[in-house]
Protein backbone atom coordinates (compact mmCIF):
# COMPACT_ATOMS: atom_id res chain seq x y z
CA UNK A 1 0.00 0.00 0.00
CA UNK A 2 1.33 3.39 -0.91
CA UNK A 3 1.54 5.37 1.96
CA UNK A 4 1.72 9.64 1.85
CA UNK A 5 3.97 12.65 2.99
CA UNK A 6 2.12 15.51 2.85
CA UNK A 7 3.27 18.11 2.56
CA UNK A 8 6.97 17.20 2.03
CA UNK A 9 9.57 19.08 1.57
CA UNK A 10 12.35 17.30 -0.62
CA UNK A 11 15.92 17.85 -1.36
CA UNK A 12 17.91 16.60 -4.29
CA UNK A 13 21.64 17.55 -3.85
CA UNK A 14 24.82 16.82 -6.30
CA UNK A 15 28.50 17.56 -5.68
CA UNK A 16 29.82 19.87 -9.00
CA UNK A 17 32.63 18.86 -10.62
CA UNK A 18 32.90 15.70 -8.78
CA UNK A 19 34.26 13.80 -11.73
CA UNK A 20 37.60 16.14 -11.57
CA UNK A 21 37.54 15.59 -7.86
CA UNK A 22 41.47 13.73 -7.36
CA UNK A 23 40.83 11.68 -4.78
CA UNK A 24 36.88 10.68 -4.97
CA UNK A 25 37.37 8.23 -2.26
CA UNK A 26 37.84 11.26 0.61
CA UNK A 27 35.45 13.09 -1.74
CA UNK A 28 32.32 10.40 -1.44
CA UNK A 29 33.45 10.08 3.05
CA UNK A 30 33.31 14.11 3.04
CA UNK A 31 30.14 13.76 1.51
CA UNK A 32 28.42 10.91 3.75
CA UNK A 33 29.82 12.91 6.79
CA UNK A 34 28.47 16.11 6.02
CA UNK A 35 25.43 14.56 5.46
CA UNK A 36 25.06 12.33 8.94
CA UNK A 37 25.92 15.97 10.34
CA UNK A 38 23.18 17.94 8.72
CA UNK A 39 20.95 15.58 9.52
CA UNK A 40 21.45 15.27 12.86
CA UNK A 41 20.89 19.05 13.04
CA UNK A 42 18.14 19.47 10.79
CA UNK A 43 15.74 16.58 11.20
CA UNK A 44 16.55 15.39 7.66
CA UNK A 45 17.03 11.86 5.95
CA UNK A 46 19.83 12.32 3.69
CA UNK A 47 21.14 9.41 1.79
CA UNK A 48 23.62 9.25 -1.45
CA UNK A 49 21.93 7.21 -4.36
CA UNK A 50 24.10 6.82 -7.16
CA UNK A 51 27.61 8.27 -7.62
CA UNK A 52 28.08 11.65 -6.01
CA UNK A 53 24.09 12.66 -5.87
CA UNK A 54 21.93 12.38 -2.50
CA UNK A 55 18.22 13.26 -1.75
CA UNK A 56 16.10 13.43 1.45
CA UNK A 57 13.14 15.46 3.02
CA UNK A 58 13.04 17.77 5.59
CA UNK A 59 9.79 18.92 8.29
CA UNK A 60 10.15 22.08 6.83
CA UNK A 61 11.36 24.54 4.02
CA UNK A 62 13.36 26.33 6.71
CA UNK A 63 15.42 22.92 7.49
CA UNK A 64 15.68 22.44 3.61
CA UNK A 65 17.07 25.84 3.39
CA UNK A 66 19.79 25.87 6.33
CA UNK A 67 20.64 22.04 5.19
CA UNK A 68 21.38 23.25 1.89
CA UNK A 69 24.22 26.06 3.56
CA UNK A 70 25.64 24.20 5.98
CA UNK A 71 25.88 20.78 3.08
CA UNK A 72 27.98 23.90 1.02
CA UNK A 73 29.81 25.60 4.31
CA UNK A 74 30.71 21.44 4.92
CA UNK A 75 32.51 20.93 1.68
CA UNK A 76 33.76 23.83 0.53
CA UNK A 77 36.37 24.85 -0.36
CA UNK A 78 37.36 21.25 -1.49
CA UNK A 79 34.50 20.73 -3.62
CA UNK A 80 31.03 22.77 -3.92
CA UNK A 81 27.71 21.36 -4.33
CA UNK A 82 24.43 22.19 -5.94
CA UNK A 83 20.54 21.70 -4.53
CA UNK A 84 17.24 21.40 -5.52
CA UNK A 85 14.40 22.01 -3.29
CA UNK A 86 11.12 20.54 -3.40
CA UNK A 87 7.00 21.42 -1.66
CA UNK A 88 4.88 18.90 -2.36
CA UNK A 89 3.15 15.48 -1.89
CA UNK A 90 5.45 12.89 -1.18
CA UNK A 91 4.51 8.97 -2.32
CA UNK A 92 6.38 6.64 0.03
CA UNK A 93 6.29 3.34 -2.54
CA UNK A 94 8.06 1.37 -0.75
CA UNK A 95 9.12 1.68 2.91
CA UNK A 96 12.11 -1.23 3.51
CA UNK A 97 14.03 0.21 0.50
CA UNK A 98 13.19 4.10 1.35
CA UNK A 99 11.71 4.33 -2.80
CA UNK A 100 9.72 7.64 -2.86
CA UNK A 101 7.88 9.13 -5.73
CA UNK A 102 5.89 11.80 -5.99
CA UNK A 103 4.97 15.90 -6.87
CA UNK A 104 7.60 16.95 -4.25
CA UNK A 105 10.30 14.98 -6.37
CA UNK A 106 9.28 16.24 -9.16
CA UNK A 107 9.32 19.60 -8.13
CA UNK A 108 12.63 18.98 -6.64
CA UNK A 109 14.21 17.69 -9.46
CA UNK A 110 13.10 21.10 -11.56
CA UNK A 111 14.42 23.03 -8.74
CA UNK A 112 18.19 21.33 -9.18
CA UNK A 113 17.68 21.76 -13.08
CA UNK A 114 16.36 25.41 -12.73
CA UNK A 115 19.87 26.04 -10.35
CA UNK A 116 22.20 24.38 -12.93
CA UNK A 117 20.58 26.39 -15.73
CA UNK A 118 21.25 29.58 -13.83
CA UNK A 119 24.69 28.70 -13.01
CA UNK A 120 25.32 28.45 -16.51
CA UNK A 121 24.58 31.80 -17.36
CA UNK A 122 27.30 34.97 -16.68
CA UNK A 123 25.03 37.24 -14.83
CA UNK A 124 23.62 34.23 -12.12
CA UNK A 125 26.76 31.71 -12.25
CA UNK A 126 27.03 31.70 -8.52
CA UNK A 127 24.13 30.18 -8.18
CA UNK A 128 23.94 26.32 -6.77
CA UNK A 129 20.73 26.90 -4.82
CA UNK A 130 16.71 26.90 -6.07
CA UNK A 131 13.41 25.94 -4.76
CA UNK A 132 10.13 24.92 -7.21
CA UNK A 133 6.68 23.99 -5.58
CA UNK A 134 4.38 21.24 -6.88
CA UNK A 135 1.23 22.46 -8.78
CA UNK A 136 -1.43 23.45 -6.82
CA UNK A 137 0.83 23.35 -3.60
CA UNK A 138 0.64 26.61 -0.74
CA UNK A 139 3.81 27.41 0.29
CA UNK A 140 6.24 29.94 0.02
CA UNK A 141 6.68 31.90 -3.08
CA UNK A 142 9.41 30.33 -5.47
CA UNK A 143 10.45 33.59 -7.29
CA UNK A 144 10.88 35.17 -3.59
CA UNK A 145 12.64 31.99 -2.14
CA UNK A 146 15.19 31.77 -5.36
CA UNK A 147 15.89 35.95 -5.17
CA UNK A 148 17.32 35.11 -1.31
CA UNK A 149 19.22 31.86 -2.50
CA UNK A 150 21.10 33.99 -5.44
CA UNK A 151 21.93 36.55 -3.17
CA UNK A 152 23.29 33.98 -0.55
CA UNK A 153 24.90 31.78 -2.73
CA UNK A 154 26.98 34.83 -4.52
CA UNK A 155 27.87 36.20 -1.03
CA UNK A 156 28.75 32.16 -0.34
CA UNK A 157 30.94 31.89 -3.45
CA UNK A 158 33.37 34.64 -3.39
CA UNK A 159 34.72 33.85 0.31
CA UNK A 160 38.00 32.71 0.88
CA UNK A 161 39.04 29.69 2.80
CA UNK A 162 38.89 32.33 6.15
CA UNK A 163 35.92 33.68 5.09
CA UNK A 164 34.50 30.15 5.41
CA UNK A 165 35.90 29.11 8.13
CA UNK A 166 34.66 32.40 9.89
CA UNK A 167 31.39 31.77 8.89
CA UNK A 168 31.31 28.09 9.66
CA UNK A 169 32.12 29.56 13.48
CA UNK A 170 29.58 32.15 13.55
CA UNK A 171 27.04 29.34 12.72
CA UNK A 172 28.29 26.98 14.89
CA UNK A 173 27.65 29.92 17.64
CA UNK A 174 31.01 30.66 18.53
CA UNK A 175 31.89 34.25 19.64
CA UNK A 176 34.56 36.46 17.10
CA UNK A 177 37.14 35.84 20.35
CA UNK A 178 36.78 32.60 20.22
CA UNK A 179 37.26 32.21 16.27
CA UNK A 180 40.06 34.23 16.07
CA UNK A 181 42.05 32.42 18.83
CA UNK A 182 41.34 29.61 16.63
CA UNK A 183 42.53 30.83 13.82
CA UNK A 184 45.32 31.85 15.24
CA UNK A 185 44.31 36.34 14.31
CA UNK A 186 43.23 39.08 16.28
CA UNK A 187 39.95 39.60 17.53
CA UNK A 188 40.27 42.60 15.20
CA UNK A 189 40.91 40.50 11.86
CA UNK A 190 38.18 38.53 12.72
CA UNK A 191 35.21 41.56 12.74
CA UNK A 192 37.00 43.25 9.22
CA UNK A 193 36.37 39.79 7.40
CA UNK A 194 32.89 39.91 9.19
CA UNK A 195 32.04 42.87 7.84
CA UNK A 196 34.19 43.31 4.57
CA UNK A 197 32.36 39.66 3.55
CA UNK A 198 29.14 40.84 4.16
CA UNK A 199 29.43 37.71 7.00
CA UNK A 200 26.63 39.09 9.30
CA UNK A 201 24.66 39.39 6.32
CA UNK A 202 24.49 35.34 5.54
CA UNK A 203 24.05 34.70 8.92
CA UNK A 204 20.68 36.88 8.98
CA UNK A 205 19.51 35.47 5.60
CA UNK A 206 19.95 31.86 7.17
CA UNK A 207 18.35 32.73 10.40
CA UNK A 208 15.34 33.89 8.50
CA UNK A 209 15.17 31.29 6.02
CA UNK A 210 14.86 28.83 8.75
CA UNK A 211 11.70 30.75 9.93
CA UNK A 212 9.94 29.58 6.70
CA UNK A 213 7.27 26.99 6.80
Known amino acids: MIELKRPAVVVIGDVVGSRRAADRGLLHESVTHALAVVNDGLDGDLRLTVGDEYQGTFPSVGHALRATLALRLALLPAADVRHGVGLGPVEILDVGTRIEDGPGWWAARKAIEAAEFAQSRPATRA ?47 RTQREIAAGEGVST ?25 A
Open 127 to 173: SRTAYRRAPGQDGPEPAVVDAALLGRDALVSRLSERGLSVLRGLLEG
Open 188 to 212: SAVSQRVRHDGLGVVIAMDELMGGV
